[in-house]
C-alpha cells in the first residue's frame, strides 16, 4: 500500500469542516464562491504545494494539486448544500489529497482536485462540466443561484486567486470517493461499494388542463377536472410500470401545481413533475414510452388537453471495468466479504469527467443513510477502510 | 300580476352595469367598497327614494327601500368577484327594485336590498351574516382582503352614507332571484328554477407527513412519500362514496401543497383541501365519515402522519315551503312546463337569512353555465320572464 497516514487524512477532514461549520453536529454551511468555500480552497491549494504538488486554481474555482507528468486524478467536491454535510464531496477531496501525498512519497503520479458548484448553487457540477466541455463558459455564467446572483459574478470573487488552465490530456483516468447517500451499506454492515454505473435520469413536467369551474354549481359528471389527470396517470403508470422496473429503479412526482388552487373552484390545470433514474438507457426508454403513452391515454379517457415539457435528461454512466476491477480487487483484500458493488442513484463529477477520460467511484456507508443534512455522519473506521481501498486500487492502477 | 315594467327593469339592470363596467362584454368590477360600488348604491339608494320607498343605508353599507309597516324584503347583492357578470347578484338586486316600484303603485308592502360583500372581498356574505347576527361586526370588522384592508376600513369609506340600522322584524320573508350558475335551466330549454334548499358544505385540510428524501438514492420500498397518502386516499373516498352520494352531491380537491416541491426530492409533506356539498346534512354527515376513516386508514397502510384542520361547515338550508309553492304557481302560470326545482349548489345572502325569517329563491338560466367572469349572460326573454314569475308570486305572497 502507498504510505497514506490514517490519522493525517482523519485530521484533514476535521480541518476541512471548521470552513463554514454550522455549529449543529457536525454540519457545514460551504456553499461555492462563499466566503467560507473560498476560505477552504485557499486551505486546499496550501496543502497541494506543501506535499509538492503544483497548485493550481482554474478560473472556474477548481482546486488542482498537479503531479508531474501523465497522472491519475483523485478527488471531489468541497462546496456544500445550504444545509451540508461534513462528508459528502469533502471525504472525496481529502482522499484525493492523502493519496497524492503518499503517491509523492512513493514515487507515484498521483493528482487531485476540488471542483467547485458540484452542488448546484448554480447549476449541477457546473465546474466539472464546464471542464469537460458538456458546458460552455459563456452557458455557465449566465446562470443564477436563487438570489439572482450569476456564476459569472460568483467566480469573480475568486479571480485573484485564478493561475491558469489545466488540460485533461494529462490524466489516465478519475476516481472518487463519496458517502453512498442511501442506506445499503449502512444496513448490511459492509464497508465499501464499488459503484458499476451512475444512473441515467429522464425528468418532465406534465400538464392536464381542463375547465375551471364552481365547486359548489358544477356537477360531477360535467367537470373537466385537472386533477383527476393527475390521479389516473399516476394510477396507471403504477400499474404499467410493474413488469420494467427493477427493485433499483425510482420514480417520482415531487412537485405538482394546481390552478387556480382554490378549495371551492374545480381545479383547470394541473402540472406535475415526473422523474425516473435507472442504470440501463434501455430501460429509461421503455419507461419514457410508458409515462408518454399513459399521459396521452389519460387524455383520451378524459377529454383533458395534454402538454409535456421538453425532457430533460441524462444517460447512464458505466464506470470504467479496469478502474472497477482494481477498487473490487482492494476491496476483497482489504475487507472480504464486507464490500458489494453498487449503483449510484445520485450524480457525482464523475459523470462528467466520463466523456474524457475512465472513471470509478467508491462509496463508503452513510449511518441511516443520511446525507445533505448536518446529521450527515460515517464511522471514522469506515472512513479509513475506504481510504486503505483506495491507497490499494490506487496504486495497482498507477504501475499497472 | 303587480305593474312591473320589464323595459325600465331591463334599462335600470344595463344602467347598473355602467358602475364598474370592464369594457369586455357586458363584464363588471365592483367589489364591496369600490369607488364603482359606492357610486351604485348611492344611485340605488336614489332609485328606492324616487320609488316612494325609505332609503336607508345601514352602518355595513348594505341598501334598503324600505315600504311602510311590515313587508316582504326581495334582493340580493350588487357588489362583484374581482371579474365580475353583469348579473349574479345585481339581478337580484333590480327586480328588488322594480318589485318594490310595483308593490308602491299596487299598494302592497314590498322592501328592496343590496347586501354588502356578498361576494367575499373580506368574507363570505359579510353583510347579511352580520346582519342575521351570525358574525358580530367586532369580528367582521378585524377580515382583511388578499391586500391587507380590514373590512372596517372599507366601510369606513361609505360612513358618511349611512343613516340608520334595520330591524329585521320588519319583514315577513325574503324573495331572492339569481341566475343559476350552472347549466341545467339553458341546456334543457327552460326558463325559471324554484330554489328547494341551499346545499350545505363541509370544508377541511388534510396533511400526510413522510420523510422527506433524495430522488435517485432512496428505493421505492424506502419511501414515505406524502404524495402516495393523497393518490390513495382519492382513489379509496372515490370508492367509498359510490353508495352514499346522488347526482347532485359534489366533492372537490382544489388545493394541493407539496412540500419541499422539488423534481429530485421525494415529499415529505402533502396538504390538500378536501370541500363537499350536499342538500342532506345527514349525507354530509355520512361522507364526513368516510373522509375521515379513509384518511385515518392511508395514515396506517402507508405509515403516513395524518393531520387534519378544523372543519369548516354550513349545513343545507331548505326554502320555505309555502314561499317556493307561491314561486312554483308563478311559474306554472307563466311557464307552463317550462320550469323546474332544482337546487342551489352555491351559497347566497338568502342563506344568511334563513334563522331570521321564511326565505325562497328563483333561478334563471345562465347561458352556458357561466358564472363569475366577464362572459356570463342571460337572454333578456329569461330574464323578464323571471321578473314576470316573481311578481305573481310576491303578489299572492303579499296578499296571502
Known amino acids: 500500500m502507498i504510505p497514506v497516514d490514517p490519522d493525517r487524512f ?29 476560505a477552504a480552497r485557499e486551505w486546499l491549494a496550501a496543502q497541494y504545494a506543501e506535499a509538492g504538488l503544483q497548485a493550481t486554481i482554474d478560473p472556474l474555482g477548481t482546486v ?29 477531496v481529502i482522499c484525493g489529497l492523502e493519496l497524492a501525498r503518499a503517491g509523492v512519497q512513493a514515487g507515484l503520479p498521483i493528482s487531485a482536485v476540488s471542483f ?36 459569472a459574478e460568483g467566480r469573480a470573487r475568486m479571480a485573484h486567486m485564478v493561475t491558469g488552465e489545466v488540460d485533461p490530456s494529462r490524466f489516465s483516468g478519475f476516481v472518487e470517493c463519496h458517502i453512498e447517500q442511501g442506506p445499503w451499506l449502512d444496513e448490511a454492515q459492509e464497508a465499501v461499494g464499488v459503484v458499476t454505473d451512475i444512473v441515467g435520469i429522464r425528468d ?38 410493474r413488469n420494467v422496473v427493477t427493485p433499483q429503479t425510482v420514480w417520482t412526482t415531487g412537485h405538482v401545481d394546481l390552478h387556480p388552487g382554490s378549495h371551492s373552484i374545480v381545479p383547470g390545470r394541473c402540472s406535475f413533475s415526473m422523474q425516473w433514474r435507472d442504470g440501463d438507457a434501455a430501460r429509461l426508454d421503455r419507461m419514457e414510452t410508458i409515462v408518454r403513452a399513459s399521459a396521452a391515454d389519460v387524455a383520451e379517457e378524459t377529454g383533458l388537453t395534454l402538454e409535456m415539457s421538453q425532457m430533460l435528461g441524462l444517460e447512464p454512466v458505466p464506470m470504467d471495468p479496469a478502474l472497477q476491477a482494481a477498487l473490487a480487487m482492494a476491496a476483497e483484500g482489504q475487507l472480504p466479504g464486507r464490500w458489494r458493488k453498487m449503483q449510484s442513484g445520485a450524480l457525482h463529477d464523475a459523470a462528467s469527467l466520463s466523456r474524457l477520460m475512465p ?19 460515517t464511522e471514522e473506521a469506515d472512513l479509513v477502510a475506504g481510504l486503505k481501498v483506495l491507497a490499494d486500487a490506487v496504486e495497482a492502477i498507477a504501475t499497472a
Do not use: C
Request: hydrophobic content about 40%.
Open 204 to 241: 418532465l413536467t406534465i400538464t392536464f388542463s381542463g375547465e375551471q369551474n364552481h365547486a359548489g354549481t358544477t356537477p360531477m359528471h360535467r367537470r373537466k377536472d385537472a386533477l383527476k389527470g393527475m390521479l389516473r396517470f399516476q394510477s396507471l403508470i403504477e400499474e404499467r410500470f
Open 359 to 377: 472513471v470509478a467511484m467508491l462509496f463508503v456507508p452513510s449511518i441511516n443513510g443520511i446525507s445533505h443534512a448536518f446529521a450527515e455522519d
Open 10 to 38: 482523519l485530521a484533514d477532514l476535521h480541518h476541512l469542516r471548521s470552513f463554514g461549520a454550522s455549529g449543529v453536529g457536525k454540519g457545514v454551511v460551504r456553499q461555492a464562491y462563499s466566503d467560507a468555500d473560498i
Open 64 to 92: 488542482w494539486g498537479l503531479a508531474p507528468g501523465k497522472s491519475l486524478l483523485v478527488g471531489s467536491h468541497s462546496d456544500t448544500q445550504p444545509e451540508g454535510g461534513w462528508l459528502d464531496g469533502a471525504l472525496g
Open 116 to 151: 467547485q458548484d458540484e452542488e448546484g448553487r448554480f447549476g449541477v457540477m457546473t465546474g466539472s462540466r464546464v471542464w469537460s466541455g458538456r458546458t460552455t463558459l459563456a452557458d455557465a455564467d449566465a446562470l443564477r443561484d436563487s438570489g439572482g446572483v450569476t456564476f
